[in-house]
């Protein structure tokens, strides 16, 4: 079974970022979701900075939400990149208004 982008990222968006409180896919920190034809799911995500001290952790939550939500998800990695780099104008507008002075 493949999944697509949009329930790749909706799994995701299971994940809270314990910091701010908000899930990955509101922060935007999700850039992209694909699953081949196996059932093998990559996400390609980012971290608010690179000193980040959950970095570890956040990229097992992602995999880990993959495979709970996704029941047919046989295998899921999380990839970091850092390009491009995240800023407060990647989240949704919600994220942004709450956040606003902050940080």
Known sequence: MMYSKEEIFKAVSTVIDPEVGF???ELGLIYDGECDSEGNVKVTMTLSTKACPLHQLI???VEEAVLRELPNATNAEALVVWEPEWNI?????????KLEGKM
Do not use: C, F, H, R
């Open 23 to 25: 899930n990955l896919v």
């Open 59 to 61: 990229i097992q939550w």
């Open 89 to 97: 104008t990647m989240a949704s507008n919600e994220v942004k208004d």
